[in-house]
Each structure stands twice: as C-alpha cells, then as structure tokens.
C-alpha cells in the first residue's frame, strides 16, 4: 500500500465517526444545549484521535488535508446545533379566526386595567411589574401568569369591598390590585403584536379602545350604584364584572410564538439600541405631563373654574369617550405609513394642545380642551407597543421590551403628579406653573421622539418606519 493510498483511506476513516455518531444527533430535535456541546467535544476527540494514529502509522503529521477536513465537519455540526437552538417561527397570520379573537380578548382585559381609585400607585405597579411579567410571556409563561394575576385583581377588588380604612383601599385596590394588573396587563398587550404585522397598528389601537370604554364604563356604574346600594356592593359589581371579562379572555387568548426559555428579564443589551433608548426616553418624559394633567383636570373645573365635582368628574368621561375612535384611527394609517411616521405628528399636535391649557379660562374652553386632549393623547397611547414591537428586530423579545419600557415610564406616572402638585403648591395653589411644566414635558418628549424616527427611517419622509 503506498502512502498517498494509506492517508485517503485514513481521511475517510477520520469523517466516518463523526458524522455517524454526531450529525444525526444534531439532527435529533430533542436534544438540549448541554447534549450537543457534548457531541461536538467527542467529535473532537475523535478527530484528534484519527490524526495520532496517522501519525504513528505513518510517522508523519496528518496532513493539511485531513486536518481541513475534520475542520468542515466540526463546523458542520456545530452550525446545525446553532442554527436548531433557535427555532424557526411562521410569520405572523395579521388575521383569521384566532388572531382576531386575541384582540377581542386583549379589549376585555384593557376594560378592566382602567379602575384607578388609588390613582398613581396602582398605574405605577401596573407599568413596573411588566418587565417580569413581559418576559414570561416570551417564556411561554402566557397562560399561568395571565391566571395569577386575574386572581390578584378580582381578589383585590372583592376585598376592596369590606375596607373601611384609607390603608385597606391602599393595600386591596391599589397594591394587589394594581400587582395583579401588573402581571397580566403588559403580556396581553404583547401577545397581540405577535399574531400580526401589516395589521399591527389596527389591532392593538382596537385592542386599547378598552381603555375608554373602561374609563366610561366604571365611573357610571359608580355614580348609579353607590347611592342605591352603597360603597360595598358597588365594589363587588365591579369585581364581578371583571371576572366576567378576564375569565374569558383566559379561556381564548394563547401565545403563537414557540417559548424563548432562556434569556435575562431585563435585556441590557436593548440600551445599546440609539431608537430604543431615544423612544423610551420620550415616552418617560410624555408621561410625566400626561399623568399630572390626567390627575389634575377635574381639580382645575373645580378649582379654577368653580364648577361641581360631579361636573367635573363627567370630564373624566369625556376624556376617555373622545378618545376611543381616535385609538383606532390613527392606528390604521400607521399599518400603512409607517408607526413612527404617525406618532411624531401626533406628538406635535399634542405639545400644542398642551400649551393651549394656560389659555383656558371658561367652562367653554375647559371641554373643548378636555376633548383636543383626550384625543391626541389617547391616540398617541395607542401606538406605544405597536412602536415598540416595530423597533423590536425579534418578535419573541417583543413582551420584554414592553415591559421593559412600561416599568420605566411607571415611575413617571408615580412621579408626574407630585411634582406638578408641588408646583402647584408652591405658587399660591395656582395651576400655571404645573401646566407649563406639563406642556414643557410634551415638547422635550416631541424632541426625542422625533431623533427617534431619524434614528430609525433618517431623514426621509417617505421611508415607512
């Protein structure tokens, strides 16, 4: 036998027991990370193996030949495991029977999320806890979590409805109320963008029009229970019509995409995104003005304007009623120009309804504003996690960016009405300090927004982003 003979049929012994012993495995779909680590480590020994006893056979090195070649199957092997360790997904349906059932559902639980008796608390844990609560969505976590927290809220409410102290209403309504929103609210919000793309817009807008029908729903069926049967059993209807409405969106809404088990709860790496950080930055600061001038708005008809408390708390309604065909709206034309070509007008528009709070001076003025401002607002809230997941290269990262973005902008709806109280305070319990700040907020965040959609389409008005 001559030596170039001796070395081909060495060469091919050499491919012979990895590729038998360790392709196949990287072919198996039930092997774990540990396993094909493994596999390719014994591949290696394999291969060192072949080339010793070409060596001492021969009595020289293995050739360069040999080596490139169990050089290609390692990296054949371990090409097949990398790319296995993420599995291919379908893109998005954007409608059918399913995809169109998790909006409905996903609108039975906006409805509820918007009870809000203990104001900023109850909204900041509702927005924080969606960094945990984001991520166990994209865990494959959807349905025991969506249950856990159901039961907080409900539990929280029934509760609510033997409290006879502030502290009670603090620790039933807002603490494990708002916890219990917290855990549920965010991957529901989430769960929509992963069942479509060219619709996106159109579903969640329509999935948030529960916010306003929440927003006018409750506050009519306080005013028309409580004085005929009381706090108590008030707060009991309202239990029980929210666990008519989350116990039947758990028994329909499923997540698509196959679970991501491994991964941080708080993806640093998403800072490292200039649009991401430019856009999470805006929004923090949007929020800021938006929650004082949420909180404050009925203070300022009485206060400023002389009006009743009870005329004053129908502009709560008003707010959230003006603003519900206008989350679907603004919605459907960003699923056709681009989401961020849609939120910075909106951001526009907003700042300037904002600054045109200073020259309200008549009850006239007072709901023509109301209604200017439920409606940019409200239409800009909208397409918070529809911008989100459009920034989001991964869809099963989507949940835990929202999240994320959510518990940072929770500690400006914490935070928001203090400091425009204290404002308030401090110049004689007038309201102009507080509505130029919030109006100042709005244009810093118009700002930022806007870099955001540079950051993303450039200067180019008609790239769709």
Not at 280 to 298: R, W
Request: aromatic letters at 10%.
């Amino acid at each position: 036998m001559t030596l170039p003979n001796q070395s081909r049929r060495d060469n091919e012994n050499g491919m012979a027991e990895p590729e038998s012993g360790n392709v196949e495995d990287a072919r198996a779909p039930t092997e774990s990370t540990d396993r094909d680590t493994e596999a390719i480590e014994r591949a290696s020994h394999e291969v060192e193996r072949e080339g010793t006893a070409t060596k001492e056979m021969t009595g020289i090195r293995p050739s360069g030949e040999l080596r490139k070649t169990a050089s290609n199957v390692l990296s054949q092997v371990a090409s097949r495991m990398t790319t296995r360790s993420r599995p291919e997904t379908l893109p998005p349906p954007d409608g059918g029977v399913k995809a169109w059932t998790q909006v409905a559902m996903a609108w039975l639980v906006m409805t509820p999320s918007t009870i809000s008796w203990i104001g900023s608390i109850q909204t900041w844990l509702t927005l924080l806890i969606g960094a945990f609560s984001g991520r166990l969505l994209d865990a494959g976590l959807f349905v025991p979590t969506f249950l856990v927290g159901s039961v907080l809220q409900v539990l929280g409410m029934f509760l609510m409805s033997v409290s006879t102290e502030y502290w009670h209403l603090m620790l039933t309504q807002g603490i494990l109320t708002g916890i219990g929103g917290g855990i549920f609210y965010t991957p529901s919000l989430a769960l929509i963008s992963t069942y479509f793309q060219s619709k996106r817009g159109l579903a969640v807008g329509i999935a948030t029009t529960g916010n306003s029908a929440g927003g006018m729903i409750y506050p009519l069926v306080v005013r028309q229970l409580i004085p005929q049967v009381g706090f108590a059993w008030t707060a009991r209807v309202l239990a029980f019509i929210n666990l008519a409405c989350l116990a039947t969106a758990l028994a329909f809404m499923r997540p698509r995409l196959p679970p991501r088990k491994s991964g941080p709860i708080i993806e640093l790496t998403a800072f490292r995104v200039p649009v991401y950080v430019a856009f999470v930055s805006g929004l923090f600061v949007s929020m800021l003005g938006n929650s004082y001038t949420f909180y404050y708005i009925a203070s300022f008809g009485t206060q400023a304007l002389g009006l009743s408390y009870s005329s004053a708390s129908i502009l709560i309604m008003v707010l959230n009623g003006v603003a519900l065909p206008f989350r679907v709206i603004p919605a459907f034309i960003a699923d056709r120009i681009g989401v961020l070509n849609v939120v910075v007008p909106l951001l526009y528009a907003w700042c300037i309804v904002a600054f045109c709070w200073l020259a309200v001076t008549d009850t006239t003025g007072y709901y023509i504003f109301t209604c200017f401002y439920g409606i940019v607002s409200g239409s800009f809230q909208s397409l918070i996690a529809t911008a989100i997941a459009n920034i989001t290269k991964r869809l099963d990262m989507a949940g835990t960016r929202l999240g994320m973005a959510f518990s940072i902008v929770s500690f400006a709806s914490l935070t928001g009405p203090p400091i425009g109280g204290a404002l308030q305070g401090a110049n004689g319990n007038k309201f102009v300090a507080p509505q130029a700040w919030a109006a100042g907020m709005t244009a810093i965040a118009m700002v930022l927004l806007t870099l955001a959609r540079v950051l993303r389409g450039g200067y180019n008005l008609k790239v769709k982003c």
